[in-house]
């Protein structure tokens, strides 16, 4: 985990490096923990493509006013067709958002 500033990026391999990324903003969420909603919003992209190979999740919060301003994808080392499609879906289900904002 590194802080830099209002963005805290959470990644398991070093030096980051972005293959795939997909971006979203939890709106109200600012006064929340940003290490706590990059851990369940990489749990979460993990148990979605845990079978896709090669694939290492990148989460990074940053604070933007009363925003929470998320990107998440991660390092690919081979090729996976619609990726960022099914991070997208992970990033834009509700349930999931509320559960992130709720539980940090």
């Known amino acids: 985990m590194s802080?830099?500033?209002?963005?805290?990026?959470l990644a398991r391999r070093t030096p980051v490096r972005w293959d795939?990324?997909?971006q979203t903003v939890l709106t109200g969420c600012a006064d929340r923990?940003?290490?706590?909603?990059?851990?369940?919003?990489r749990q979460?992209?993990?148990?979605?493509l845990a079978r896709v190979r090669g694939f290492?999740?990148?989460?990074?919060?940053?604070?933007?006013?009363s925003d929470m301003q998320v990107r998440a994808g991660g390092r690919l080392d081979a090729s996976a067709p619609d990726l960022t499609a099914r991070i997208a879906g992970v990033l834009n289900q509700p349930t999931a958002r509320a559960r992130w904002?709720?539980?940090a």
Do not use: K
């Open 44 to 48: 979460d992209i993990w148990r979605a």
């Open 101 to 103: 904002c709720a539980r």
């Open 56 to 65: 290492s999740p990148i989460v990074e919060v940053t604070r933007s006013g």
């Open 20 to 22: 795939v990324a997909v």
């Open 3 to 9: 802080v830099d500033g209002a963005r805290l990026t």
């Open 33 to 41: 923990n940003r290490a706590a909603i990059a851990h369940q919003v």
